[in-house]
């Protein structure tokens, strides 16, 4: 594969989606088999569920990879791609719902709290983690891909397919939630 190495992912999908060429297609799987994997697991937290989720984005890309039109990187896009079928598959999961704990707390934020960044980052790690459990899976993400992934705004835009203002919202809503979750728990 490393006649490839110097083939943009953009010029890989591309060809990929005129061709189905599926050893084209392995080597941008190779490129972004941990970034996918990684993704699913903040969704799912288990080994196992993340590597069954992972196969089924990637197939779900292969077959979809023919709608990539090249508007963004291709990296933005299967992480668009990634985000909404992880949130698709927890939404049909049923045993996966919300617990009551996070439903009480997303009944309860006062959109009038202002948690600055700084306050994040100084939350303990393991308590922050236990946290991030508990509130719902789209806020866990998009604080994860704000913070942990230092994803743009202009790109979290593109994958949330949302406008600037409607994605700095769910950003200032998300932190309130962990902030209350985070300041209720014992560890």
């Given at each position: ?60 890309v292969f077959i979809k990879i023919s709608t ?104 200032s809503r998300a932190k309130v939630k962990i ?9």
């Amino acid at each position: 594969m490393e006649k490839y190495s110097s083939v943009t992912d953009e010029e890989l999908a591309s060809i990929i989606g005129k061709t189905n060429d599926t050893v084209l297609f392995g080597v941008l799987y190779d490129r972004y088999e941990h970034l996918v994997y990684n993704k699913c697991y903040g969704f799912v937290r288990s080994i196992d569920e993340a590597k069954d989720l992972t196969q089924d984005v990637f197939l779900h890309v292969f077959i979809k990879i023919s709608t990539f039109n090249g508007k963004s990187k291709f990296s933005t896009w299967l992480y668009s791609v990634t985000y909404n079928f992880c949130v698709n598959y927890l939404s049909r999961d049923k045993e996966r719902k919300i617990s009551s704990h996070s439903s009480q707390v997303e009944a309860q934020y006062d959109l009038a709290i202002e948690v600055n960044d700084f306050s994040l980052y100084q939350m303990q790690v393991n308590k922050l983690e236990k946290a991030l459990t508990l509130i719902p899976p789209e806020d866990r993400m998009i604080l994860q891909m704000k913070y942990q992934d230092d994803v743009p705004i202009k790109e979290l835009q593109e994958v949330l397919e949302l406008s600037e203002s409607a994605v700095k919202m769910r950003l200032s809503r998300a932190k309130v939630k962990i902030a209350e979750v985070y300041n209720k728990l014992e560890i």
